[in-house]
């Protein structure tokens, strides 16, 4: 089956600092890519949505120049959290929908951040 | 997408089946099921979905009422590891749109 690599897996951060996660589809080409944001025993929740080589459409409440969303190629997206902060710690999971695979979604591993 | 309604929670014992209903009365015609699952820290896994006819793969099974207004995914030998909270989601099949995750059922395998 489809595979969505997400990388890192865990980071530790300093306050202020940014980070930037990838997101990969390994087999296939990712027309759409979605950022959700999983706080402790809650549901995911959409961040923002990207299309390849155009800029992402942003959820309400969700700071565009704080969560930066790359999808510059069919295979890669990118979320950098700008100037990070203990408020920020999450569990940040990406998703990628295949170009010709319909409404189903292929799940990254996530990513869990927490800033000091 | 139509909406869905899902039981909070649910215990199983290990080895029995696994029933977890999913209400959405609201569907539309070309509207599909989905389930995806989430063992804890980890990305949700594409379960099984379905139109109409019931479908089986190596995971589940997904039984789907005759008027489509409700839905029953099945683990047939329910284990621990598929502990975990299950996401009943519809979607038109070419739906490119943003995906919503709704609250789930968690479902605890017991021994």
């Known amino acids: 089956g489809a595979v969505v690599s997400q990388h890192p897996s865990w980071v530790i951060c300093k306050s202020g600092t940014s980070v930037k996660i990838e997101c990969r589809s390994l087999?296939?080409?990712?027309?759409?890519m979605f950022w959700y944001r999983q706080f402790p025993k809650q549901s995911l929740m959409l961040m923002a949505t990207?299309?390849?080589?155009?800029?992402?459409?942003?959820e309400q409440g969700v700071e565009k120049d704080k969560f930066l969303i790359n999808h510059a190629s069919l295979t890669l997206s990118t979320l950098t959290v700008t100037s990070a902060h203990p408020e920020d710690s999450s569990f940040y999971i990406c998703?990628?929908?295949?170009?010709?695979?319909?409404?189903?979604?292929?799940f990254g591993s996530g990513t869990q951040l927490s800033v000091l | 997408d139509a909406k869905t309604t899902q039981p909070p929670s649910m215990d199983c014992a290990e080895g029995r089946a696994a029933n977890l209903p999913c209400n959405h009365s609201?569907?539309?015609?070309?509207?599909?099921v989905y389930w995806y699952r989430q063992i804890h820290s980890q990305g949700p896994q594409y379960i099984i979905h379905?139109?109409?006819n019931n479908e089986t793969n190596e995971m589940a099974s997904l039984i789907i009422t005759e008027d489509r207004k409700s839905s029953t995914l099945i683990l047939p030998h329910a284990t621990l590891r598929d502990t975990a909270v299950y996401y009943c989601?519809?979607?038109?099949?070419?739906?490119?749109?943003?995906?919503?995750f709704g609250t789930g059922t968690r479902l605890q395998v017991f021994p």
């Open positions: 609201t569907i539309s015609g070309n509207e599909y």
């Open positions: 990207s299309n390849e080589g155009s800029k992402a459409t942003y």
């Open positions: 989601i519809v979607r038109v099949w070419a739906a490119t749109d943003k995906l919503i």
């Open positions: 379905g139109l109409k």
């Open positions: 998703s990628a929908r295949a170009r010709s695979g319909g409404a189903k979604l292929f």
């Open positions: 087999d296939f080409q990712a027309t759409t």
